[in-house]
């Protein structure tokens, strides 16, 4: 496959740059196996003439190929309880989230949900992801087989809970550490699969002290990647500290070995001095998620103080405290929050906010080979075809991300093959 068109492509310096090209696509592989910008073609005119793929007809440069965007914090049965408002988190988890997360009790059920879930994040252009099924062991494998059906780039776990909520949200502490290594021995035996499991400790409050210790012995083990939520809101601080003393809330999740450069914490809002300066010796990633952020009324992160002391950073949709599964508008939040905060200071430019959604998620998941459009990247792609005249603006990724559209895009591409086409 031959894709066309204005290349928006990550560069090595935290930024995208829109530039003409060609990229050549083995589907066997699914890989990208060359890359020839307007530059290197051997004749312009030939070279954009027949834009691929072919039927999607009008001129080349109309088109714009892009990496998938990324998601680095989803929780797959919550596209069911989006918009459920008015609660602060502490509540919203118990009376809103957990009931629809109980559905799943039922494998067949949350099969069918996992699958509406993908569906709904590839047909907004998301094509690899970190997620959060439930506490049921055989929900989360089906989770696991759906997108290892689909050839998805994914890490899925199983949020486990052993204490403090209703005893159908909660499990043994040995069941789950149990299941956790059938999880991982299960999908190491997944040959070339670009599936992957999290370890899942849900948060602080509802994980006791084994379970926590456990499964940061079970990721240094198989190298697994580990995800949680961290200072979400101040009531949640305030009771994980209760429950686990400590100097402070990241230094809960650091006594139990579950900081490590492959450990992916949601929110990091309320984070003091002595914490950031422990996620960035730690090399950990805080996932900001800033559309949930606002939704639940759980305060604003602090992305440049962050970014400043040196964390490393993800940004996610955190569907569904979060109602936007499309990564462009989760990143338009991420400026709004960073504006509101910062009324004069340093904002991300849009050449850096596309870089996150793509190759800055990519990276801070442990991704090498994704989100980025290399000879030899795995061929996660968008072809759009915006309605705005873009490249006459003044600041034309500006434009496109401030005015994105869905409906621009015309294909979604996984692993070298047509997952989406849209009229
Ligand atoms: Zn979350």
């Known amino acids: 496959m031959i894709l066309e068109g204005t290349l928006i492509r990550p560069n090595t310096s935290g930024r995208v740059e829109l530039i003409a090209g060609q990229l050549t696509i083995d589907p066997q592989a699914g890989r990208i196996v060359q890359v020839r910008t307007i530059d290197d073609a051997p004749t312009a005119a030939d070279s954009y003439s027949s834009p691929q793929p072919p039927d999607l007809g009008g001129h080349a440069t109309e088109w714009l190929v892009a990496p998938g965007f990324i998601d680095a914090h989803v929780h797959l049965p919550q596209f069911d309880a989006i918009g459920a408002g008015g609660l602060p988190l502490l509540d919203w988890l118990d009376r809103a989230i957990l009931p629809v997360e109980a559905r799943w009790n039922d494998s067949d059920y949350a099969r069918d949900r996992v699958r509406a879930a993908i569906g709904r994040m590839l047909d907004h252009g998301t094509t690899a992801f970190a997620a959060y099924a439930t506490i049921h062991h055989d929900a989360t494998r089906a989770a696991l087989e759906e997108a290892h059906a689909l050839g998805l780039r994914a890490a899925i776990g199983q949020p486990m809970m052993d204490q403090h909520h209703a005893r159908d949200s909660i499990r043994s502490t040995d069941a789950l550490l149990e299941e956790a290594c059938a999880l991982l021995e299960e999908n190491a035996s997944r040959h070339g699969g670009r ?15 084994r379970l926590m210790t456990g499964l940061a012995e079970l990721a240094r083990d198989h190298g697994a990647l580990i995800q949680t939520h961290l200072s979400e809101t101040r009531d949640e601080v305030e009771l994980a500290l209760k ?79 979060g109602s936007q599964p499309a ?61 705005v005249a873009w490249s006459n603006a003044p600041d034309p990724l500006g434009m496109l991300l401030h005015s994105w559209d869905d409906r621009w895009l015309k294909a979604v591409i996984v692993a070298g093959r047509v997952a989406r086409r849209f009229p």
């Open 243 to 321: 429950i686990h003393p400590a100097s402070n809330y990241t230094a809960i999740y650091d006594q139990y070995g579950l900081l490590t450069p492959r450990t992916v914490l949601g929110h990091g809002v309320w984070l003091d001095d002595n914490e950031r300066q422990l996620l960035a010796q730690r090399g950990a990633v805080v996932a900001h998620c800033p559309v949930a952020n606002a939704f639940l009324r759980s305060g604003a992160m602090d992305w440049n103080l962050l970014d400043q002391c040196g964390v490393r950073l993800a940004i996610g949709s955190d569907i569904g405290a």
């Open 327 to 387: 990564m462009p508008r989760v990143g338009q939040a991420l400026l709004r929050t960073v504006g509101d905060l910062h009324p004069e200071g340093p904002i991300p430019d849009p050449a850096e906010v596309w870089w996150r959604l793509t190759r800055g998620n990519a990276l801070a998941l442990g991704w090498e080979n994704v989100g980025h459009l290399e000879p030899g990247a795995e061929a996660d792609l968008l072809v759009l075809r915006p309605d």
């Open 195 to 209: 599936v992957e499991v999290a370890l899942t400790p849900r948060y602080a409050v509802g994980c006791s002290a």
